[in-house]
């Protein structure tokens, strides 16, 4: 019976499709997740940044007076 091999076949390729979509799904969710963590630490890194420069600032204004 050829046309149950090629069904067969066909099937076997749809499901391949279907499975190779879920995975690329999954890594777009971890990379998603990377960027987003890298996003949060650079937050973290410029609220610093912004406190440091208000000491600053408040210790030149210090200075002129």
């Not at 076949?9 to 499901?15: F, P, S």
């Not at 879920?22 to 996003?39: D, F, H, P, T």
């Not at 609220?47 to 200075?63: C, G, M, N, P, S």
Request: net charge positive.
């Amino acid at each position: 019976m050829p046309g149950l091999e090629l069904a067969e076949v066909i099937l076997a390729v749809i499901i391949g499709t279907l499975a190779a979509i879920v995975y690329s799904l999954r890594v777009l969710i971890m990379l998603e997740r990377r960027v987003a963590s890298m996003e949060f630490n650079i937050q973290k890194m410029t609220q610093k940044v912004l406190q440091e420069e208000t000491v600053i600032e408040r210790a030149l204004k210090r200075k002129k007076r």
